[in-house]
Nanobody, 115 residues
Framework: QVQLVESGGGLVQPGGSLRLSCTAS????????MGWYRQAPGKERELVGRITGGGFTNYADSVKGRFTISRDNAKNTLYLQMNSLKVEDTAVYYC?????????WGQGTQVTVSS
């Protein structure tokens, strides 16, 4: 069993930045893939981006060039650096980990982009 705890959400103005963190209850070195998803009100949950154990990343077109995913295996933590935030980035952001065919989810953290 793996617990994932997100932090770092909040209210930010358009054009601002936030960094989300996701800390796992165990070592993440062996996790196949970790990623971030988001869900806006009335919409389905969508992939923001993900990173493999080897460090390869891919992102949704809507966030390419603005968001960066990274992982610190020593701290058991996944990060999402979000720059040039837009109103349409407002959503609950969820951390996800895939390990041995099992998907684990965090509880989510709210990101609100508003002036």
């Amino acid at each position: 069993q793996v617990q994932l705890v997100e932090s770092g959400g909040g209210l930010v103005q358009p054009g601002g930045s936030l960094r989300l963190s996701c800390t796992a209850s165990r070592n993440i070195f062996s996790f196949n893939v970790m990623g971030w998803y988001r869900q806006a009100p009335g919409k389905e949950r969508e992939l923001v981006g993900r990173i493999t154990g080897g460090g390869f990343t891919n992102y949704a077109d809507s966030v390419k060039g603005r968001f960066t995913i990274s992982r610190d295996n020593a701290k058991n933590t996944l990060y999402l650096q979000m720059n040039s935030l837009k109103v349409e980035d407002t959503a609950v952001y969820y951390c996800n980990a895939l390990n041995n065919g099992i998907n684990y989810w965090g509880q989510g953290t709210q990101v609100t982009v508003s002036s």
